[in-house]
């Protein structure tokens, strides 16, 4: 077991430092994105929503068809990839690259790897799932995908995007702060209160 967990953890360290000297040009980036998306100036969150507003509303406004949105999209990830890495040392000083910011690289690069495995997972599972259960498989599949369906016709889709977007991206801010463990405290007690009450009545 031990060798297990020395093994994992060796192939965790090997493709977090991989991933680490992929992203070494968009070091600068990755940190000032980090800060903006913990929340670390109380305006953060308010620029951030701004930004996806204006954005969404240009996209709105413009209505491009699917595949002019989806080549604009293309274009500009392939024009960050050239300039970033150029640009990111002359704007933000490679020289004032410190031992901590250093330290909040390989942890956004290790949570990454992380999240990367667990999406791994979850897919094994899925694919195990249906060898092993193909009924319940295919049931959870298709009443999802249905439900999914059901909801994409009741709203509207860029809507419905902004509004994924949107909380994606507050998500970390929200971790950070613990608003998600507050709200999920309340509901869990609103939810103990109302079992208690249905226990009362029932005896």
């Not at 109380?42 to 413009?62: D, E, H, I």
């Not at 150029?86 to 020289?95: D, I, K, Q, Y």
């Not at 330290?103 to 992380?114: D, Y």
Request: proline residues 3%; hydrophobic residues 45%.
């Amino acid at each position: 077991m031990a060798d297990g967990d020395n093994k994992s953890a060796n192939m965790l360290a090997q493709e977090t430092a991989q991933l680490e000297e992929q992203l070494q040009g968009w070091g600068e980036v990755i940190l000032a994105g980090d800060r903006v998306v913990r929340w670390e100036k109380p305006w953060f969150p308010g620029a951030l929503m701004g930004g996806t507003t204006m954005l969404f509303l240009m996209v709105y406004y413009l209505d491009p068809s699917v595949l002019t949105g989806l080549s604009c999209a293309v274009m500009l990830l392939c024009l960050a990839d050239y300039l970033v890495p150029t640009l990111a040392p002359r704007v933000f000083g490679s020289n004032k690259w410190t031992t901590e910011q250093q330290q909040r690289f390989h942890e956004i690069c290790g949570n990454l790897v992380k999240t990367q495995r667990r999406t791994v997972g979850w897919w094994k599972r899925l694919c195990t799932l249906k060898e092993e259960k193909p009924k319940m498989y295919f049931a959870s599949v298709i009443s999802s995908l249905l439900a999914v369906a059901w909801i994409g016709q009741q709203v509207h889709n860029l809507f419905l995007t902004y509004l994924i977007v949107s909380f994606l991206l507050l998500l970390p801010g929200m971790n950070q702060h613990g608003v998600i463990t507050k709200y999920a405290s309340m509901a869990k007690r609103e939810i103990n209160k109302l079992l208690k009450q249905k226990e009362k009545k029932n005896e």
